[in-house]
């Protein structure tokens, strides 16, 4: 009777619905589960037959995911030899990734197996391809995140970076490799020794920024230095704009990724190496100390110039790049003219500050907000005071940016508990919307200055740019597309025994880089390179 009770509450809803009815009857009088438990007499005696259905239902459902796991095993000795990726993650740097997975499937020998918390989104992914499966999950999910890395031959991660860890660990422990786009962590970099132990492969930094800038920075620095040629200064850009036909506002950028991340980018200290000194720059100048990059001859990128702002940590690449004695190292982000100066308002002002919430925030304006910023002077307008504030007019290029944002708008915020930053955020994806009739561009630069063996100083520039599909296919960004098909191809690569690295790992070493930057050349994702001369002014 017990383990019928257990067997009945673990089989959804209707068996509780049946567990619960009979105890009701029971203490009506009637036969059925209730009157077993009335018979049992003390109190005592009926917690402790409690305790002991807990105990069994315990059991049972220990059984069920022990079963769920075995018939995926079945599954996948039965599947005529193919070998079963499982993707954790189905949003949208993950479709360009799916897709190359599903197109490879028959040829490759695999089959893919394809979870996210909303099960309908994978299944409309999917279409009904061959090869091909869907599950739900949820990263509070333990037991089935270990079943099914359990049963798979390569896990690709593709959640939050900070939820990476519940994935890549019980893989590595299971001893099956791993692809993800974002960056290793201090979680994920203390899993390396127990990767190498169990044979197992965690490929970090395989989306496009990290991923194809480390593929290709390195493409071009090992065929320096196979020419015998010292590397005397790197700086590398990346940056995911708005395509020029899409280019319709003052700020000449969207949203075409998470806002988040662009609202909190630049926060702390910058550093890099600049002519053999170690460089600082805190994060209040980051926006007003830019460097304006010309990328030539490159028809894709459309304007040639572009403003560039520090990244947080160029120093961490100088050992994996392999230029720990070279004298400038410099990575940054890339961004259209005017978007720099404009965006140095909210860092001075305070607003991508998100360490304080501002009380009663939902009931409060734009204008009220943007004047809580500024001097205490109620006989002048908040535009005045603004533009008093920044030292510039109301015709100014910055002025009309923030006007036309809407920030001095009598429009309530509507955000309870709202943070500084997630005002900004708020009022920032209202205008700057991205939408499937638009197009964005990633555009990616290298300016790699060398000695030659003879002693002459040249100069590599070295661009790539991706545009999105747009209304053809608006799933198919830049930004999904740069991100998704290395995570794709370093996925072939692996499941082919070409990639012999054990280990924590980012795609540096040419087992990866070569064959991931010839086949997106393929896709039209191609590095354009040129080497010329440089004229260095001669030092006083």
Not at 147 to 170: K, N, Q, Y
Not at 173 to 198: C, F, M, P
Request: glycine content about 8%.
């Amino acid at each position: 009777m017990l383990r019928w009770v257990a067997r009945a509450w673990t089989g959804g809803a209707a068996g509780r619905s049946a567990v619960a009815q009979g105890l009701v009857a029971g203490g009506a009088g009637t036969t059925g589960v209730g009157q077993w438990v009335r018979r049992k007499g003390t109190a005592a005696e009926v917690k402790a037959e409690a305790n002991e259905v807990a105990r069994l239902q315990a059991e049972l459902e220990a059984e069920e995911v022990e079963h769920q796991r075995l018939t995926v095993e079945l599954q996948k000795s039965m599947s005529s030899g193919r070998k079963s990726i499982c993707v954790f993650g189905a949003g949208l740097s993950a479709k360009a990734a799916i897709r190359y997975l599903v197109d490879h499937a028959e040829e490759c020998g695999w089959h893919i197996h394809v979870g996210d918390q909303n099960v309908d989104t994978v299944h409309k992914l999917l279409e009904g391809r061959p090869n091909t499966s869907a599950f739900a999950f949820d990263v509070a999910d333990a037991e089935t995140i270990e079943t099914e890395v359990a049963a798979a031959d390569l896990v690709i991660s593709m959640v939050p970076a900070h939820l990476h860890g519940r994935i890549v660990r019980p893989a590595v422990e299971n001893g099956v490799d791993v692809v993800t786009a974002s960056y290793v962590s201090d979680e994920i970099r203390e899993l390396d020794a127990l990767a190498r132990k169990r044979g197992s492969l965690v490929m970090m930094e395989c989306g496009v920024d990290p991923g194809i800038d480390h593929m290709s920075a390195m493409h071009v620095l090992q065929n320096i230095r196979a020419e015998g040629g010292t590397v005397t200064s790197f700086e590398s850009f990346t940056g995911g704009l708005v395509a020029d036909d899409s280019d319709d506002n003052p700020w000449k950028y969207k949203f075409t990724w998470n806002p988040r991340n662009v609202v909190l980018a630049g926060q702390g200290v910058s550093k890099f190496v600049y002519n053999g000194t170690l460089k600082y720059m805190p994060y209040w100048q980051l926006f007003q100390r830019i460097e304006h990059v010309e990328i030539p001859e490159n028809p894709l990128a459309g304007a040639s110039v572009f403003e560039g702002y520090a990244n947080r940590d160029s120093l961490s690449y100088r050992q994996a790049y392999g230029l720990e004695h070279c004298p400038t190292v410099f990575r940054g982000t890339l961004r259209k003219p005017g978007f720099c100066a404009a965006w140095d308002v909210f860092v001075q002002l305070g607003l991508t500050d998100d360490s304080y919430v501002i009380p009663d925030s939902e009931n409060m304006t734009y204008r009220q907000f943007i004047n809580s910023f500024l001097m205490w002077r109620p006989e002048d307008t908040v535009e005045l005071k603004l533009a008093y504030h920044l030292g510039i007019s109301f015709e100014s290029a910055v002025f009309e940016q923030l006007r036309w944002l809407g920030i001095f708008e009598h429009k309530k915020i509507g955000l309870p508990n709202a943070t500084p930053a997630k005002v900004l955020e708020k009022l920032l994806t209202s205008k700057l919307v991205f939408t499937e009739k638009d197009r964005d561009m990633l555009v990616m630069f290298h300016r790699i200055q060398y000695e030659t063996l003879s002693g002459q100083n040249r100069q590599v520039s070295a661009s790539l740019v991706s545009i999105g599909e747009g209304e053809s296919d608006p799933s198919m960004t830049a930004m999904a597309k740069t991100v998704g098909l290395p995570v794709g191809i370093v996925t072939k690569l692996i499941l082919q025994g070409k990639v012999t690295a054990r280990g924590v790992q980012i795609p540096t070493f040419d087992e990866v880089t070569t064959p991931v930057l010839d086949e997106l050349a393929t896709l039209g994702i191609a590095l354009k390179e040129i080497d010329e001369p440089l004229h260095l002014a001669p030092q006083s």
